[in-house]
């Protein structure tokens, strides 16, 4: 058993967990809804695949990690203790899935002139700034791949021994024709070896790889490569997809709860994991995948190469030609929460604006609730009709868990509060008598209100949104002054300084042509 579970002794604080109808989630891996049964009881150990940080982080992958979170958070109300593993991509990230092309890091670096290890600060700070602004948790681990190259050349070296891998020239190759002789290589797709290959092109002259679906678990690196550490088979770096799986093996052992990320990981990086868990330690890694389905926009997919791929931060100012005008990311993060994790989530201006709305409205109610000091003794109504209101608004905050619970449909969850609000205005607007809901009825609306709200959908108040809006509109006017500078137009860079400055907002020019801002 893992060290982490094996000094956690069971205690009977958790009665919360047996009472409460049992959680059930999609599995990838069966294709099919199932009772979520922890390996150790009490306790859950996920992962979830963190950003490569070479760029800036994308909305898809913010989906993701908001919708993690909604997860993470769900699976602590329950009460229980919650290891949480996202990892930060750092090095060995080819721009091909496959292990062709040129480092990520390496080819930023030289781009923009600057150490690759810049480019991870840079860029690594960027997403939690954007995650802070999502009200995301951190999770409790954080690991960097840079920080664990021993573990993952000893899985390498594992695996070799094991029979698995081959060294060429160098570089380290996982043989998955030999593994799928022994295990299925595309369960967690549900695709057979023979479909997999079709997909993939022949073999060149060239190529040291003996199979087509063979993928590197180090690779050798040349002078010139940026980034490269000592190993068994000589200089070189990690392939991608070893990090998560030395990673998850090293903080939650060799088998655990839920493994998560975006569905297009699912095909090739979390196949590749299962894999090489199997292949080293002969267990299954994980037992249950949970993935997030894709971004549209207007109905069509969300990609750079489609040009409706926007970043957080457009939302945020707006900046995007697609949008209207700008979305604060609590207005962002209860749009997406809308919608399943499971179903894919469609972006326009339209539905934005709604859920701006739909935010408002909600987040009105929730606050005149909060307010509300419930005047009654009463144990229960007195007539039919209060008696009839008070079951209602009783089964809708009971309906609030097990939708939850239902493999934590946030969009069913979402509707139900939505149809106690009226409820709650009328309560306020004393349309309805306050004797109309027994003192339990209306304490346990207030409570549980508060818990889903706040707790579990992770939503904030509109003036913590407003704050979010200034962050967008500085970042614009910063982006304006940078362009203006550029181009050499001083007045114009001057202007949106001095005008900033009266306003109390100072603009601080940094040595390399960045910008910061502070309220003075
Ligand atoms: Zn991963």
Redesign the pocket.
């Known amino acids: 058993m893992h060290q982490f579970f094996q000094s956690c002794q069971h205690t009977a604080t958790t009665a919360k967990i047996s009472i409460m109808k049992e959680l059930k989630v999609y599995n990838s891996l069966t294709r099919t809804k199932e009772v979520f049964t922890p390996i150790t009881r009490d306790h859950v150990g996920i992962y979830v695949?963190g950003p490569t940080v070479y760029s800036d982080v994308h909305l898809g992958n913010c989906r993701t990690f908001i919708s993690f979170d909604i997860i993470y958070r769900h699976l602590k109300y329950l009460g229980y203790k919650v290891r949480y593993v996202r990892?930060i991509t750092d090095a060995g990230h080819l721009e091909g899935d496959r292990d062709e092309g040129d480092d990520k890091f390496s080819k930023k670096a030289r781009l923009e002139q600057l150490e690759p290890m810049e480019i991870v600060q840079k860029y690594t700070l960027g997403f939690h700034k954007v995650m802070a602004l999502f009200n995301t948790l951190p999770p409790t681990i954080e690991p960097a791949a840079t920080g664990h190259i021993t573990e993952q050349i000893q899985m390498a070296q594992q695996i070799i021994d094991n029979g698995y891998a081959y060294v060429v020239n160098g570089t380290v190759y996982f043989d998955v024709e030999k593994y799928n002789k022994e295990k299925p290589y595309g369960i967690l797709t549900n695709r057979k070896l023979e479909d997999l290959l079709e997909g993939t092109r022949e073999l060149g002259g060239q190529d040291e790889k003996k199979g087509r679906l063979d993928f590197a678990l180090w690779i050798k690196a040349g002078p010139e490569h940026l980034m490269q550490w000592p190993s068994p088979w000589g200089m070189g770096f990690p392939g991608w997809h070893i990090e998560?799986s030395a990673m998850s093996e090293k903080y939650l052992g060799k088998q655990f709860d839920i493994h998560g990320?975006g569905m297009d990981?699912a095909a090739t990086?979390h196949t590749n994991?299962i894999a090489k868990s199997q292949a080293c330690y002969h267990t299954s890694p994980v037992r249950y995948w949970l993935h997030t389905n894709m971004l549209t926009v207007n109905g069509v997919r969300m990609s750079k190469s489609a040009g409706n791929g926007f970043l957080p931060e457009e939302l945020f100012s707006g900046s995007h030609p697609l949008l209207e005008k700008s979305y604060s990311p609590m207005n962002v993060r209860f749009f997406m929460l809308q919608t399943h994790y499971r179903s894919t989530l469609d972006f326009s201006n339209e539905a934005l604006q709604a859920a701006e709305k739909g935010l408002k409205r909600l987040w009105e109610a929730y606050e005149s609730l909060t307010g509300f000091l419930w005047p009654g003794t009463l144990t229960s109504p007195a007539n039919d009709m209060d008696r009839e209101l008070d079951a209602k608004v009783s089964k809708l905050v009971g309906k609030l868990d097990e939708d939850m619970n239902d493999d934590f449909n946030t969009a069913k969850v979402l509707a139900n509060m939505f149809e106690l609000v009226p409820v709650i205005n009328s309560i306020k607007d004393k349309t309805i008598a306050v004797t109309a809901l027994s003192n339990d009825t209306f304490e346990t609306l207030q409570k549980q209100f508060k818990i889903y709200m706040e707790d579990i959908l992770g939503l904030k108040s509109i003036s913590e949104a407003d704050n979010a809006k200034l962050q967008g509109t500085m970042q614009l006017l910063i982006d304006i002054r940078k362009e203006a500078k550029k181009k050499k137009d001083f007045v114009t860079s001057d202007k949106i300084r001095n005008q900033l400055s009266q306003l109390g907002i100072s603009i601080k020019d940094e040595k390399d042509g960045e910008m910061s801002w502070s309220i003075e």
């Open positions: 695949c990892n998560c990320g990981l990086h994991e």
